[in-house]
């Protein structure tokens, strides 16, 4: 089983920096099908008791759908490792959290907003905010319609 090697830091979309939740919907855009297939994954939603219908909204991911909420970074690089994402069903505050490769990490039945464990300024921050401009910067063309976060909220 892999091994992340590296330290994550946390990233709440209303804090920023701007850049990093940019890239976050460039990269997602076009992703439709989740693997929902991890151990850890199948082991949270037998825990949680998440039921089966929830489980199969996520194979119809949909970044316009769903609202992303948090995004990891390394923090050696300052590039995105997996992104958070809710979505309201049946009264419902999910919260699916996407790694390398399209994976399904875990799903929650959110009932707090976890806004308390993300960075909000500092080095790592202005870190974050410059690697992602220049990805951005290098992987976007000038004529794409370039995600802006208001559009996600």
């Given at each position: 089983m892999y091994k992340a090697n590296y330290e994550t830091a946390r990233f709440h979309v209303e804090f920023g920096p701007e850049s990093l939740f940019v890239r976050v919907l460039f990269k997602m855009g076009d992703v439709h099908k989740l693997y929902?297939?991890?151990?850890?994954?199948?082991?949270?939603?037998?825990?949680r008791a998440i039921p089966d219908d929830i489980v199969q909204a996520l194979c119809d991911f949909d970044i316009n759908s769903w609202v992303l909420r948090t995004a990891e970074v390394r923090t050696d690089r300052g590039k995105f490792v997996n992104s958070t994402w809710e979505k309201t069903l049946y009264g419902h505050r999910y919260q699916v959290t996407i790694g390398i490769g399209n994976y399904v990490k875990t799903?929650?039945?959110?009932?707090?907003?976890?806004?308390?464990?993300?960075?909000?300024?500092?080095?790592?921050?202005n870190l974050v905010a410059r690697v992602n401009d220049e990805l951005m910067r290098e992987e976007a063309s000038p004529q794409s319609d370039t995600p802006h976060i208001a559009a996600n909220l």
């Open positions: 929902l297939d991890g151990k850890h994954f199948k082991q949270r939603l037998g825990e799903i929650v039945d959110r009932t707090s907003s976890g806004v308390d464990k993300c960075i909000r300024g500092g080095e790592l921050y």
